[in-house]
């Protein structure tokens, strides 16, 4: 009984932590032939996104690390357009949990018990992904994208703050070159 339980341990403490490594992942890359210090204002040209609540969330997230940089959002005339893309799609996991272990393959060679029983289920979760695009307007030619995706949850809060999160990591070495926080 006290190995079934330390078993049952070991596999609830792997799928926490097979949890968490799979939370919130960033991309960014950008135009190695940009000189990102000649860019200093930017206005927004579109965010597409199926829920209009999360249109000025996405804004305020990209506004908050864009100012923090030193760039300026202006109505018109800015030396970069930033274009900005949500999309949902779900996901979905395998958890198998097995019942009755019995010492396992080997041990039922020599006259012991097997696995027991092992039942799957399938776990549908949905995932955001927020794309932000940076385009030089002179040349109209993109010169940065970041990428962010992490789990939604029901918790708009929490969704927020998530979007907070993913959009800091995103612009964590922007602009590209600079020495930043």
Known sequence: ??????????????????????????????????????????????????????????????????????????????????????????????NTFYDGFGGGWGWRRFGGGGFGEATTTTDTYKVGTVVVDLFDTKTKQLIWRGAASDTLSDNSDKNIKNLNESVDKMFKHFPPGATTK
């Open 1 to 94: 009984m006290k190995m079934q339980k330390a078993m049952l341990a070991l596999v609830g403490m792997t799928l926490v932590f097979a949890g968490m490594a799979s939370a919130q992942q960033v991309k960014t890359d950008y135009d190695r032939s940009a000189n990102f210090a000649l860019y200093k204002t930017y206005s927004w040209e579109h965010v597409e996104t199926k829920d209009p609540l999360k249109v000025d969330r996405i804004k305020h997230a990209v506004n908050a690390v864009l100012a923090a940089r030193g760039w300026t959002l202006v109505d018109s005339g800015a030396d970069v357009a930033v274009v900005a893309m949500e999309i949902t799609r779900d996901q979905q996991t395998l």
